[in-house]
């Protein structure tokens, strides 16, 4: 028999780190939706934070989408036993913002150099503009150091695997 102890910041990481190279990979979407979401439920209760209600640098129509499409599919997981044939139409492109609110999480309470933080808040400050506020997106531009095009996923994902056995 195989024990592993582990305490609970370091398997929300590792939930969060798998999710977000699996992101990066573009492999299995459901994968990513429920290592995300579990991630974020260990560090919100962990730190008592939750970035979806303090949403300081998206624009209002930014938070409103966030918090909807964060809202539906976390009570999709969570209340699975209430209604068990229960179906979910899984908008995959929106897994980033479950990861995006772990890493605001991450940067603000565990660890401000974490590379997997850093990788998603820059690509999502990048990828799309448009829910952000332009002093935002100057803050990450000028805090957070990319050494690589945020539009090539597979260097995004090497560059990862890189940093993977480091936190």
């Known amino acids: ?3 592993l102890e582990i305490d609970k910041i370091t398997a929300a990481r590792k939930l969060f780190n798998d999710a977000t190279l699996l992101f990066y990979e573009r492999r299995s979407a459901i994968s ?4 995300a979401h579990a991630a974020h ?3 919100c209760a962990i730190t008592g934070d939750s970035r979806m209600l303090n949403l300081v640098g998206l624009t209002p129509d930014g938070e409103k989408k966030f918090k909807r ?3 539906i599919s976390k009570n999709f997981i969570k ?3 209430k209604d068990p044939g229960a179906r ?4 995959t492109e929106k897994n980033i913002l479950i990861l995006f609110d772990c890493a605001w999480i991450i940067i603000l309470h565990l660890d401000k150099e974490c590379i997997y933080s850093q990788t998603v808040i820059a690509w999502c400050a ?3 503009p448009e829910l952000f506020i332009p002093e935002y997106i100057q803050t990450v531009h000028s805090s957070i150091p990319v050494t690589f095009n945020l539009q090539d996923f597979e260097t995004i994902a090497m560059d990862l695997k890189s940093h993977y056995y480091d936190h």
């Open 79 to 81: 209340h699975a036993d």
């Open 41 to 43: 439920e260990v560090l």
């Open 32 to 35: 990513i939706h429920h290592l």
């Open 126 to 128: 990048f990828m799309y």
């Open 69 to 71: 499409v964060f809202n």
């Open 1 to 3: 028999m195989n024990l």
């Open 88 to 91: 979910l139409t899984l908008n």
